[in-house]
């Protein structure tokens, strides 16, 4: 049997795009932190004096002739733009206020010790509470965990519109 043909110019639907129409087709989004390609290396950025060496940002001594880039934490500590937050708050937190905020830097510092783009922002106190600003998006569930491993407390974790944003909040 012969195939029809469809005639010059016509086109049959192309059947990857179907997914697109039921909202399974991943859309790109843009992130003004994240590199756009690799950077000449070595490189050291001139705010915290992290290294971005084989494709990664690491702590180490700073080479002689570094090319200067300032790393994505420093440009969004700058800008006071988070990739995470967590709210805490309740009556353990009010009562053991030192303590908690303790824990929070001390996790903090253990997830820089290996990671130079995972760092706090700021901790904002108001009378709800904290919020803790992060530079990535891992930081507030580390943070959040060991909270709630270590005095207990409600957990929640929420990711609203925007992938790039992590939202967290403990009441203890």
Not at 11 to 24: M, Q, S
Not at 149 to 172: A, F
Request: aromatic content about 8%; hydrophobic content about 30%.
């Amino acid at each position: 049997m012969k195939a029809k043909s469809k005639g010059i110019g016509v086109r049959e639907p192309r059947r990857d795009r179907i997914t697109h129409w039921l909202g399974l087709l991943k859309e790109h989004t843009h992130d003004t932190y994240k590199l756009r390609g690799k950077l000449p290396e070595p490189t050291a950025c001139p705010d915290c004096g992290a290294i971005y060496r084989k494709g990664r940002w690491t702590w180490g001594v700073r080479p002689p002739g570094a090319h200067e880039e300032t790393c994505p934490a420093c440009h969004r500590i700058r800008d006071n733009y988070p990739a995470g937050m967590l709210h805490l708050s309740g009556p353990y937190f009010d009562a053991h206020k030192e303590e908690v905020l303790g824990l929070v830097r001390r996790q903090e510092a253990e997830a820089k010790r290996e990671h130079p783009l995972c760092r706090i922002i700021a901790i904002n106190e108001d009378e709800y509470g904290a919020v803790v600003t992060t530079t990535d998006t891992h930081l507030p569930r580390r943070i959040g965990e060991a909270l709630w491993h270590s005095y207990h407390g409600e957990l929640d974790l929420h990711y609203g519109q925007d992938p790039r944003l992590i939202r967290m909040t403990w009441k203890g």
